[in-house]
């Protein structure tokens, strides 16, 4: 699958830090990055549990999930 990144989301995805945050305003793919994140990471670490967490259950369902395909 091909997806087209911004600069920042792929520093973000290619970052090697042990931690590291994409902090930007709305409409600039926080979302996309962060799902690319967890399916990058169940992929090489499969047996891991992981915890994906929203300010409220409406952004949860209505983005972050949605976004995942997952809801």
Do not use: W
């Not at 409409?27 to 169940?42: A, D, P, Q, R, W």
């Not at 047996?47 to 395909?69: E, H």
Request: proline share 4%.
């Amino acid at each position: 699958m091909e997806v087209e990144l911004l600069p920042k989301q792929m520093d973000f995805l290619t970052d090697t830090h042990k931690e590291c945050a994409l902090v930007s305003g709305i409409g600039f793919g926080k979302t996309t990055s962060g799902s690319l994140f967890v399916i990058n990471e169940t992929a090489n670490y499969p047996r891991v549990p992981g915890l994906i967490v929203a300010n409220t259950y409406t952004q949860l369902t209505s983005a972050t999930l949605n976004n995942l395909q997952i809801s």
